[in-house]
Antibody
């Protein structure tokens, strides 16, 4: 069974930092592009960042560029999101999501983890 | 960035109804479009990709169509389990964007 389990969320003050992790199992991790998507309370989905299978290609939404860093450790089958200079508007549930296939360009997401809540507040 | 606009924002319907949700892109995205279903407190679930290809184990009452800038998700006969929020997502380029969502509620 494919599983994605996020951790690392919590309460942080504005300007603070947090590192999210996503532990995976049940598939060949180093073959898939991986992604972070967030959802503010009561709001819609917002793509945050993507990283290719070998970490060569990395992309960020404009809203987080320069503040967030995506990375992966294929040996540990894990995905990470290092978040700096956090703002109130970064408050959201952060989901880890795998590309649905290994086919290049098929960048839709399945499956998703259960999400981890990040709250930025003083 | 490519903007995705869904309509309606909220849709009230009854079990057995046929419903259609529309998603419009601000520029052509060919068929690089996916649809997701999300229930409260749960992660989204992929329903359709490449505009019209049904993900495995998704019921055949769901269908997608369209290309270019206009797309639709149709549920042919609503079941109680289908009341949820639906999102479209474009992946024409690396700056992925979602529609704002359509909440499908029981009439």
């Amino acid at each position: 069974e494919v599983q994605l389990v996020e951790s690392g969320g919590g309460l942080v003050k504005p300007g603070g930092s947090l590192r999210l992790s996503c532990a995976t199992s049940g598939f060949t991790f180093d073959s898939y592009r991986m992604n972070w998507v967030r959802q503010a309370p009561g709001k819609g989905l917002e793509w945050v960042s993507s990283i290719s299978s070998s970490s060569i290609y990395i992309y960020y939404a404009d809203s987080v560029k320069g503040r967030f860093t995506i990375s992966r450790d294929n040996a540990k089958r894990s995905l990470y999101l290092q978040m700096y200079s956090l703002r109130a508007e970064d408050t959201a549930v952060y989901y880890c999501a795998r590309d649905s296939t290994v086919v290049a360009g098929e960048n839709c997401f399945d499956p998703w983890g259960q999400g981890t809540l990040v709250t930025v507040s003083s | 960035d490519i903007q995705m606009t869904q309509s309606p924002s909220t849709l009230s319907a009854s079990v057995g109804d046929r419903v259609t949700i529309t998603c419009r892109a601000s520029q052509s995205i060919s068929t690089w479009l996916a649809w997701y279903q999300q229930k409260p407190g749960k992660a989204p679930k992929l329903l359709i990709y490449r505009a019209s290809t049904l993900e495995s184990e998704v019921p055949s009452r769901f269908s997608g169509s369209g290309s270019g800038t206009e797309f639709t998700l149709t549920i042919s006969s609503l079941q109680p389990d289908d009341f949820a929020t639906y999102y479209c997502q474009q992946y024409d380029n690396y700056l992925i964007t979602f529609g704002q969502g359509t909440r499908l509620e029981i009439k």
